[in-house]
């Protein structure tokens, strides 16, 4: 009887961490992540240009931003194309 009630927990700690794995996908590739991920990019050059003093510090951090969120939906289809050939 030992033995199954041992299974039985490595069952549910294998699920428990199949569901954890689950989230930390839907993370990574959630919206709000990736707003968020831009806003603080942007903010965080944005005084960094600033206290080096260039010129339109604001506006000049929009391009890491953008380039930031253009890379996240790119990579996205670069993954797949990959996971197709790895799964050939």
């Known amino acids: ?3 199954i009630h041992e299974l039985e927990q490595r069952i549910l700690a294998i699920e428990k ?3 954890r794995v689950e989230l930390d996908k839907q993370w990574e590739t959630s919206w709000i ?3 968020t991920v831009i806003v603080f990019t942007y903010i965080a050059i944005g005084l960094y240009l600033q206290i080096i003093q260039v010129k339109d510090p604001w506006l000049n951090a929009i391009v890491p931003s953008v380039g930031f969120f253009l890379s996240t939906l790119t990579l996205g289809i670069i993954k797949q194309s990959w996971l197709r050939k ?3």
């Open 86 to 88: 790895k799964i050939r």
């Open 33 to 35: 992540r990736r707003i």
């Open 1 to 3: 009887m030992n033995d």
């Open 17 to 19: 961490r199949n569901r």
